[in-house]
């Protein structure tokens, strides 16, 4: 399902449970953006105590969320700022030593960060350091490749106890008209894929100001009279009645559309979707 007014969670019953969060943000597992990291299973941390180097160590966070520390022993460390970190381990070691100063760093901030790929300048992960939005990491990774960035951003989060949510999010109106709606806030472990286009060719011959081939990106295929506008538009003896399409399905096999572009123009009928390697053939008009 793509989403045309509005974002629209692509899960049903995840949507419910987005309930009073509103169609316009993806569910969320509580308040985690705070104003100070917290820290988390895979971050690597360094810890000095003032009083024995020989207690200093760098140890990285196992999943469960814990450290083992000289002379202490296990610790759960989840959750934990930095700051809040020190003052417990100081605790832990007044068992041995008097007022003890504890030092902690964070080396590698692995549990709080997102995965950018497709379009962007840089692809790989960004860390969530507080509350930052989609345009935030957009921007962290250097911004979108504009000659291959398609018609939309795909956000994927994954809640527990249900599949991921896939969430649509427009470029145009994200990155043009700036639409706050769509610069969502981000979770630790969502997935942000920028779609990747590419450029194609349709070809417009016969009676048209520049005949030739029109190059175009896939996600922005323009229809029939918008690839004739594109080629200057009819020439003076051009038979708007008489338009050809030339069409190769997957299989090699040649079909022909025969269009009335008048018909178009009065509203009798919709105007036609090109698709890629279409070939229009616009007639003369010998009347």
């Not at 145009?172 to 894929?193: C, F, H, R, V």
């Not at 194609?200 to 295929?221: F, H, T, W």
């Not at 509203?267 to 007639?283: A, C, M, P, S, Y």
């Amino acid at each position: 399902m793509r989403i045309t007014t509005g974002v629209v969670l692509l899960t049903a019953a995840l949507g419910a449970a987005a309930g009073a969060a509103g169609p316009q943000a993806l569910p969320t597992s509580g308040d985690r953006f705070v104003s100070e990291y917290r820290i988390g299973p895979r971050d690597l941390l360094e810890i000095k105590v003032q009083e024995d180097e020989k207690l200093n160590t760098t140890t990285r966070i196992s999943e469960d969320g814990k450290i083992n520390i000289p002379l202490i022993g296990e610790v759960l460390v989840e959750g934990n700022t930095a700051r809040e970190l020190e003052r417990l381990l100081a605790q832990k070691f007044e068992a041995w030593y008097h007022d003890p100063h504890v030092f902690v760093t964070i080396k590698e901030h692995q549990s709080k960060q997102v995965s950018v790929q497709g379009a962007v300048t840089r692809q790989g992960f960004v860390q969530l350091l507080g509350r930052k939005t989609l345009l935030d990491v957009i921007t962290e990774a250097g911004g979108l490749i504009a000659r291959e960035a398609g018609r939309e951003i795909i956000v994927l989060r994954q809640v527990a106890g249900g599949p991921p949510v896939r969430l649509s999010i427009p470029v145009d109106d994200l990155m043009l008209k700036g639409d706050p709606k769509y610069n969502i806030p981000l979770e630790a472990g969502d997935s942000i894929i920028v779609q990747i286009d590419r450029q194609v060719q349709i070809y417009v011959y016969g009676a048209v100001r520049n005949p030739g081939a029109l190059a175009v990106m896939k996600s922005r295929l323009p229809t029939l009279r918008q690839a004739i506008a594109q080629a200057g538009g009819f020439t003076d003896r051009a038979s708007k009645r008489n338009v050809v399409i030339t069409r190769r399905d997957e299989n090699g096999n040649e079909k022909t559309i025969k269009v009335n572009v008048r018909d178009i123009e009065t509203g009798k009928r919709k105007d036609v979707q090109l698709e890629e390697n279409d070939t229009i053939f616009v007639k003369e008009s010998w009347i």
